[in-house]
Structures are given as C-alpha cells and as structure tokens.
C-alpha cells in the first residue's frame, strides 16, 4: 500500500493534464458515440484519435524541447516556429538542387536542416547563456527576423516539394497501417525519453532552473547547461519543420508553424509545469499538446462559429488555469482534508476505524502545514 | 540624494539610470546618423513629428508595458487589445448609437475591464502572466473578428473633424520649393501621448505606487518584508496596462479612421522591443519610465533609416533584428562589466538612499 502511494505521488503531477483530456473527450462523445471510431481506408487507419495524434506530431516536438528551456533557463524560446521555418527551408533548397531524390538524400537533407537548427539554437543560446540576457529578448531577435531569412534561402514564394518519398513522410508508407509523422513522433518521445533515462541531463537542468548559483557551487556549469537546452530546442524545431515541411509539400515560409509557440508554451503550462523554471515533466507536456490538438478539433466538432473559436479558447485556457492555479488548489486540499476528518470521525465506531482517523487527520494536517 | 547619504558622498549611478542613459545616447546616435545619411527628410521638424503622429499609439502600448515589465510582469494582450477597442468603437460611432465621448469610455471600459481580469487573475490567483495575458489575446482577437471582419471606416462628421484636427507650430516648419512656409502639424493624439508620459513619469518617481512596484519588481519577498501589499500592487500594474491598451486603442482610431482586423498586431513584440531598447528589463525592477518613449523612438528611427535607404523589404526585418541584437549584446556587456566590481541590487537611487535593515538582509542573499 505505501509503495503504491509513492508512485501515485510521483504520477499526481499528471492528474491535472489527463484530466482535463478526459473531460473534453467525454465533451467530444456526448456529441456523437462514434468519436472513437477508427476506419481502415486502403489499409491506413483513419478516426478523430488517429487524426489528433496526425496534427498534433509537430506541437509535441516542439513542446518537448520547449519544456527544457522553460526547466533551466527560466525563460520561453518565442523564435520556435521561426528556427523551424528557416531549417525546413534549407532542407527544401538541398531536396531541389539534389536532382533525383533517393532516400539518401532527404536523409541528408534532415542531417543539414538538423545542423542549421543547431547553429540557431547555438545564436539563441549563446545570448541567453553567456550574455546573461533573458530569453524572451533574446528570441525575440529571430521572431521579428526569421521568416524574412527563410524566405531569401527559399528566392521565391513558396517552392513546391513534389517527390515520392517526401510525400510518404508526410502521409503514409504503404503497408504501413499508420501515417508516417505519428511514427516520427513516436520514434522521437522515445529518442528522448532514452536520453533522459541515461544521462544525467534531467538532474543538471533542474538544478539549474531551481537555483543556478547553487548548481553552480556543486560543480555544473549553468551557462553550459543552458546552452545545451537551446541547442536540443534548435534540433527540435529542425525536426518539427521537415515533419511540417513534408506534410504540406510546399515551404511557405510566411505561414509555416505560424504562432506555434504560443501553443507550445501553453502545452508547457497545461502540462502541470512552472514557467519559471525548476522540475519539470516532458511526458506532462506531450499530455498537453495533444489536449490543445483536442481542444481545437472539438471546437472544430462543435460547430463554434469560426470567427469565435480563438474567444472559446480563450475562455477554456482561463477556467483551467483558475482551477489549477496555486491558491484554489490549496483551498481544495483545506476543503478535502475537512471532509476527510468528518467521515473518519463518523468511521471511529466501526472495527479498523480508528486507525483509520488518526491516520487520516495526520494526513490533513501534514498537508495543512504544507 | 548626496544629503541622504552622507557616508558615501560619491554615490554610485543606478542600474536603472545607467540603462537610460546608454538608450539616450543610442538614441541621439541613430538619429545623428539618419541626419549625417539622409539630410534632406530628417533634418525637417515634420518628421520627427511624423514619429509621434503616425506612431501614437505604440507609444502608448509601451508605456502600459513598461509599467507591468517593471513590476516582473508581462503582458502580450495590449496589442490585440487595442485592436478590439478599434473595431469596438468603429462599429458604435459608426451604428449612431452613441458619441465621440460614448467611444473613449467604452474604449476605457475594454480596457479596464482586461485589465481587471490579467491583474486578479495574475496578482490574487498566482497564475503566470504570460499564460493569461495570452488567454486574454486570444480573447480579444476572437471578440474582433465576432464583432466584424470587413474593415469599418468611420465616418461620423463630428469623429472626422476630431480626426483631421490638426495643432499648428507656427514658430516651427519648413520653406518649400515655392518659397511658401509650411508650419510642423501635431495630431491630437500626440496631446495624449504627452499627457500619459508626464502623468506616468510623475506617477513611477513620486508616488507611493511608483516606488511599490519597483521594490516589488526588483525582489518580491524584500518588497513583502518591507510591508508593501505586493498583490495589490500588481494588480493596480496590470489595470494601468489594460486600461493604457484600451486608451490606445481609441488613439489608434483617431490615427487610421478605421477598424481593421490587423490594427495593432504584433504591437505587443514592438513594445517589448522597444522598452528593452530603452532600457527597461524584463526581470522587472530596473528602468526609467522615460526610457519607453526613447526606446520607441529609437525603433522607429531605426525602421525609418532603413526604409530610407531603400532596402529590400526582407532585407528590413533582417537589418531591424541584427540592431536589435547589437543593443541587447552591448546592454549586457555594459552591465556585465559594471556587475564584476560589485554585487549591488537593482533599485533606483531614491530607495537606495534610505535603505531599511530588511532589504539589507534580503540584499546580502540575493
């Protein structure tokens, strides 16, 4: 028993997140029964579950590696769809001038675009890191001048990427029953999820989002840390554009991942983490960025005039932050822990039940000193 | 200041003058080169004029921000939110339902009203600022576009009067090529950037809100052991900004005649922008309130320099980007080598100067 409430302690942080899917996929069921509906159409899976996890491939990549900079520098990278924008479109003019395209080089290609988000999250970095400044100004530079740099490497407006392979990395790989990005997608949760399994990377960010003087006196290098944070931001966005890139089989630099950071921030935050740094859970930001896929979609399903979508948003963003914000979930937990000794203390007569009460009003009043 | 502290008489400039003084000097240095490169259009008095004429309402957006950033905040909702008051008050003077008057308080009321939802939300609930002040963007761009898509022109005689009215410099202008003197014009929207400046300035240095909020920005829990209500402080930051973003709304009317969808779109990033050039960090605690206008000026001279020199339009966002990383790389140089003398805490010199034993201790962790 106290084993599991250990790990039920450590995994209530994602109480919150799932939570709220639930409830807006209970929303999406009371609207129709066949919303898990999954059809096979020329031996591909199609349904409402298969296309959220389709659109959603470029937000969790996104928010993942939006989560590590949010951890240690104590600051939001806003210049995200920008980095992916510029990546996708060096990917776009290697593609083109390559003349016949084998898997080699899209391959390469994704190499290259991985070395320019590199190079970006290295401009990033090395503002936030070694010139101490915060990270919003510091990415506010590529925000206002990133897309003007991806449209001069594309020349033109919108060059088209018309080619059998990248069209199967943006749907379907025949034979295979599912669509290409979810599978990248996946592929790289658990890319990441093998990094932070294996190195120390998760114990050196939160140390040095919790207290960078303090990391610094047990022997970690902030600056380097935070410098690393952003360069793994810039492979993610490399990865989020040529996912996005192949999806929609023309680089318009003006409006690819347009605005998207301000849906990865809000994944961060849905996601139970801190904007200000410290611990952090990727695996709550990826719960995160699939409920704002959902979200959208079940406005879409609803039928919201489209004009209102963006005010419903809003309004759904608000009450969940009411709910989830520090000074309700305190008086919750007052309000529980009352609750909790009134029904222990009707329990007393009962064999086991004073047991029962005195470790119940111990609990409550732990959690009221907290 | 000298009389306050007499065991120091050489006392030390404050981060926050420091700042404003090195956006000063870049400020007179864009424009000094604008002089020396293109003569002939910045020497006139009409384009400097023109800044305010034509900007006044960014101007306003950033003084609402430079409030919030000082007290450790942020708020990315101004912009849409001067949009909405657009539209809002385009489609009331325009249904003849009510007067120029009924549009500024209800340009006030949106504006209050946003403002009273970020500052309880943010200030009495703990919630991050940048979470809500986005909700309340997407809020008010999806208000907008219910409202009305097509854009609305005004126009309302008594509005068009007010709109092309314009203040004459009689002592102040230029000779054309007829040898006809044109005097400088000011908008009336410039009468109210002045006034909210003035009222601002006022407002940071000399009243007991003014000196809270920069206690409270420079560090939360020294400002809460000092006995400073730090909630409703920032509160009363977040109102003032809402309420700045609704004023300018109406400002922006009065500029373009018209509601668009696009009016005041990415003016939050340009007054984030602009106040960092002037000197205000986002940490909060550090700036001069002066240093918003000077900041924006220094935006605008920038952005007209290069339009001037007749750059590629992609070529302009590029540019603009590349100076905005030289000001923020040389502000932390200079910080940097002001900060390995010693460690001192960011406060203007007027709380320095009485400096209470709790701060110290605070000081002494920090």
């Known amino acids: 028993m106290p084993r599991f409430k250990a790990r039920f302690d450590r995994l209530s942080h994602l109480f919150f997140p799932l939570s709220v899917l639930v409830i807006l996929l209970i929303i999406n069921l009371l609207k129709g029964a066949d919303y898990f509906k999954i059809t096979m159409v020329n031996g591909v899976l199609y349904g409402n579950i298969p296309n959220i996890l389709y659109g959603a491939s470029e937000l969790v990549i996104l928010s993942i590696g939006m989560t590590l900079v ?20 060096i990917f776009v003019q290697y593609v083109l001038n390559a003349g016949e395209v084998t898997i080699w080089t899209i391959l390469v290609g994704f190499l290259i675009s991985c070395v320019a988000g590199l190079v970006i999250g290295a401009f990033n970095g090395t503002l936030v890191s070694f010139f101490n400044v915060q990270p919003m100004v510091a990415t506010l530079i590529l925000f206002l001048g990133g897309r003007s740099i991806a449209f001069i490497i594309d020349g033109k407006v919108s060059p088209i990427l018309a080619n059998p392979i990248s069209n199967k990395i ?28 294996t190195t120390n990377l998760r114990l050196y960010v939160e140390a040095v989002g919790i207290n960078p003087n303090a990391a610094r006196l047990n022997g970690i290098n902030p600056k380097k840390v935070i410098f690393l944070t952003f360069l793994l931001m810039g492979v993610c966005s490399a990865v989020a554009g040529f996912i996005a890139v192949n999806k929609v089989g023309r680089h318009d630099s003006v409006n690819l991942l347009k605005f998207i950071m301000m849906d990865a921030i809000l994944a961060v935050a849905l996601g139970g983490n801190s904007l200000s740094g410290g611990k952090f859970s990727i695996t709550g930001s ?7 896929e959902v979200l959208n979609r ?3 399903r609803l039928e919201v005039n489209p004009e209102a979508i963006k005010a419903f948003k809003a309004v759904f963003i608000i009450i969940l932050m ?13 309000c529980l822990g009352k609750v909790k000794t009134f029904v222990a203390g009707n329990a007393i007569g009962k064999p086991g039940g004073l047991n029962q009460a005195v470790i119940s009003s111990m609990d409550s009043s732990a959690k009221k000193e907290e | 200041m000298g009389a306050l502290n007499p065991t120091k008489p050489k006392a ?21 080169i604008a002089l020396l490169t293109f003569p002939v259009s910045f020497k ?3 384009t400097f004029f023109d800044f305010f004429n034509l900007n006044a309402a960014l101007f306003i957006v950033t003084l609402g921000m430079c409030i919030v950033m000082i007290g450790g905040g942020i708020d990315i909702s101004v912009g849409a939110v001067c949009g909405l008051v657009t539209m809002a008050c385009a489609l009331l003077l325009e249904s003849g339902a009510g007067n120029i008057w009924g549009a500024f308080f209800l340009a006030l009321g949106i504006g209050l009203a946003f403002g009273l939802m970020h500052g309880y939300l943010i200030a009495y609930l703990e919630i991050q600022p940048f979470i809500i002040t986005l909700a309340g963007m997407f809020l008010a761009q999806g208000l907008l576009t219910t409202l009305h898509r097509e854009p609305l022109n005004v126009t309302r005689p008594a509005f068009v009067a007010l709109r092309s009215y314009r203040i004459e410099i009689p002592w102040l202008g230029t000779v054309n090529r007829l040898g006809v003197f044109i005097p400088c014009e000011i908008r009336p929207g410039v009468i109210v950037v002045v006034v909210l400046v003035v009222l601002y300035a006022i407002m940071m240095k000399w009243t007991r809100f003014g000196r809270n909020l920069y206690a409270v920005g420079g560090n939360r829990q020294s400002a809460r052991m000092l006995g400073i209500n730090v909630k409703k402080t920032i509160f009363f930051s977040y109102v003032l900004c809402g309420l700045t973003a609704g004023i300018s709304g109406f400002v922006f009317l009065l500029t373009t005649g018209a509601g668009n969808i696009g009016n005041g779109s990415l003016y939050e990033m340009k007054a984030i922008a602009a106040n960092v050039m002037g000197g205000i960090l986002l940490n909060g605690g550090v700036g001069n309130l002066l240093g918003a206008p000077i900041g924006t000026l220094t935006l605008l001279t920038i952005n007209e ?3 001037a020199a007749g750059v590629q339009s992609n070529l302009q966002a590029i540019v603009s980007g590349l100076l905005l990383y030289l000001f923020i790389v040389l502000q932390s140089i200079v910080m940097a080598l002001r900060g390995r003398r010693q460690f001192k805490l960011a406060l203007p010199p007027w709380l320095k100067g009485q400096r209470p034993p709790g701060e110290q201790a605070a000081g002494n962790q920090g």
């Open chain 1, 70 to 89: 949010t951890a240690a520098a104590r600051g939001q990278d806003i210049s995200i769809g920008e980095s992916g924008a510029i990546s996708s479109a």
């Open chain 2, 44 to 46: 006139q008095f009409q």
């Open chain 1, 286 to 292: 990826i719960i995160g960025a699939y409920t704002i």
């Open chain 1, 170 to 197: 943006g749907t379907v790989i025949p034979g295979v029953p599912i669509q290409t990005p979810i599978i990248l997608t996946a592929v790289f949760i658990a890319l990441v999820a093998v990094v932070l399994k």
């Open chain 1, 322 to 334: 009411i709910v989830a914000s520090p000074v309700v979930r305190v008086y919750a937990r007052k």
């Open chain 2, 12 to 32: 030390r400039l404050a981060n926050s003058t420091l700042l404003f003084i090195i956006a000063g000097i870049i400020f007179l240095l864009m424009y000094g």
């Open chain 1, 298 to 300: 079940t406005l879409l």
């Open chain 2, 305 to 307: 320099l290069i339009r």
